[in-house]
């Protein structure tokens, strides 16, 4: 079964941290860029961090840059998200997904975990 499976998700106050993972099945999670997005109630799906296939590149969105950081473990089929210093605006659900370096398109989704940041 094709499935990407995010944990990590949680409650943390402002300036804490919390480490996402998906973890990945049913694909070659290797050949995927893989993805960090998050939305809120209302808003468009934004990406907030991407790393290509080997780990070589990233990219991260302005707001996040220099408190959140993309790894991945391909011998583990698991995608990270490592964030820190968070800020109330950070809560939302996150959502890992893939494409193939080929497609300009995510079309493999996990189906999100909520962070909420508190004051």
């Known amino acids: 079964q094709e499935q990407l499976v995010e944990s990590g998700g949680g409650l943390v106050q402002a300036g804490g941290s919390l480490r996402l993972s998906c973890k990945a099945s049913?694909?070659?999670?290797?050949?995927?860029?893989m993805g960090w997005f998050r939305q809120a109630p209302g808003q468009q799906r934004e990406l907030v961090s991407s790393?290509?296939?080997?780990?070589?590149?990233?990219y991260y969105e302005d707001s996040v840059k220099g408190r959140f950081t993309i790894s991945r473990d391909n011998d583990r089929n698991t995608v990270y998200l490592q964030m820190n210093n968070f800020k109330p605006e950070d809560t939302d659900v996150y959502y890992c997904?893939?494409?193939?370096?080929?497609?300009?398109?995510?079309?493999?989704w996990g189906q999100g975990t909520q962070v909420t940041v508190s004051s």
């Open positions: 997904a893939g494409r193939l370096p080929t497609s300009g398109l995510y079309d493999w």
């Open positions: 049913g694909r070659t999670f290797s050949e995927y860029h």
């Open positions: 790393i290509t296939s080997t780990g070589i590149g990233t």
